[in-house]
């Protein structure tokens, strides 16, 4: 009896040594679900992010026991070798479609039927799915915690003011370059209707606002109720097809790979039977679009089922891989310079070696590819050096920093 009386007297003083760690411990919350990765595992999965918090290590050790609560974010992340080579493969898929143009009437005119012209409405279905899984992935890290006015904030910094300054600069320079694609028909319109691919933006700030209601009502915290927030969007991926005012449609088609991001960390989808599941949704997608190639494009199940599995798979393969790239995670790590300012750099070298007479494809495309890449990488390394510049075309209050493969950092 007296062996019980001491037992229940040291669990007390446990419980109440967390409890005063739990006040501490400002952004921490229960753990949602079975913790079944050890130390090891656990401090493996967060090596992207400082800690701040003098307890997170023995927070981390009483995870083994079932015990306390995980910190569901710290005050600063390290960049991750790994996501910024996904990034950079993201970047290079970007730059490479609007080099080559998206239809045949844009960029290069390259017409239908064209190696470069099939190969770039293939990419499709990874250029822009990929962006939003590391998105969600990235916002694993630093997720909502309870302070929508401070988030909604942040976001309206980081996406709306590049949006109103660079979008709208962007507008104004196709209105007034001979050569360019396309421009502005209603201008009272202007970023109602999404300028160009400025509409990642606007479906990133709104998939944002959703993630605020799905956060506070507790609805991702759970792998079931997650599976049933993912399912609901996969539908309506589609099912869904409306007019895109301020990036709408373009929320719906990227919530289900934004999810999938968030679900690859929050839950550690590392189990090698994930990913053997995940191959086999990247071969049934590809085959889905090999198989059935006139249902490709259309408002389908059939053709949302092949853009849902690959994307999702990808992302998630990719990620899983461990592949770390130096180059690559140079390239991602100036990633959404890179996507506000590629377009001026691949349109520009176009227009200009056009009129110096070269009109090979290969002649054009080469370079125009460079320029979309390293043309932003210069600029936002000058944009860096004015704090004012930096916010308000960059959305940045810090200059960019680049993984190396040691885990230190440098500051470009």
Known sequence: MESVVAWLAVLRRRE???????????????????????????????????????ASGDYARRLISGIGTYPMASAKMKRSMEVDTLRGIACLLLVFFHAVGST?????????GHWLRTFNEFLVYFRMPLFSFISGY???????QGNPQ?????????LLLPLLTVGTFYAIVQALT???????????????????????????????LVIILLEHFKALSTVAGFSAVWIASAVLFGLVDFTNYFGARGAVY?????????????????????????????????????????????????????SVSIG???????????????PLAYIGAYSFAIYLLHVFFTAGSRIFLQRAGINDI????????????FGPIVCAQLIGRSETLNLWLLGSTSRVKTALPTGRQATA
């Open 16 to 54: 109440s040594d967390l409890g005063v760690r739990q006040k501490q411990a400002s952004r921490l919350r229960p753990i949602p679900f079975a913790t079944r990765y050890d130390l090891q595992q656990f401090e493996s999965a967060n090596h992207h992010t400082e800690r701040t918090n003098p």
């Open 104 to 112: 045949p009437t844009e960029g290069l005119r390259i017409a239908e």
């Open 138 to 144: 990235v916002y694993a890290f630093r997720p909502y």
């Open 150 to 158: 401070g988030f909604v904030k942040g976001k309206v910094r980081r």
């Open 178 to 208: 001979p050569g360019a694609n396309a421009s502005v028909e209603n201008w009272w319109l202007l970023h109602i209707m999404p300028v160009g691919h400025f509409w990642f933006l606007e479906a990133l700030f709104i998939i944002f």
């Open 254 to 306: 990227l919530m289900p790979f934004f999810l999938a991001g968030l679900a690859c960390k929050r839950f550690e989808i590392v189990q090698p039977s994930a990913l053997l599941l995940a191959a086999a949704a990247l071969v049934g997608g590809l085959a889905i679009v090999v198989l059935f190639p006139e249902q490709m494009g259309k408002q389908n199940t059939l053709a949302a089922l092949a």
């Open 312 to 326: 999702v798979s990808a992302g998630l393969l990719l990620l899983r891989s461990g592949w770390q790239s130096r």
């Open 362 to 373: 290969y002649a054009l495309l080469v370079p125009g590819a460079f320029a979309g890449i």
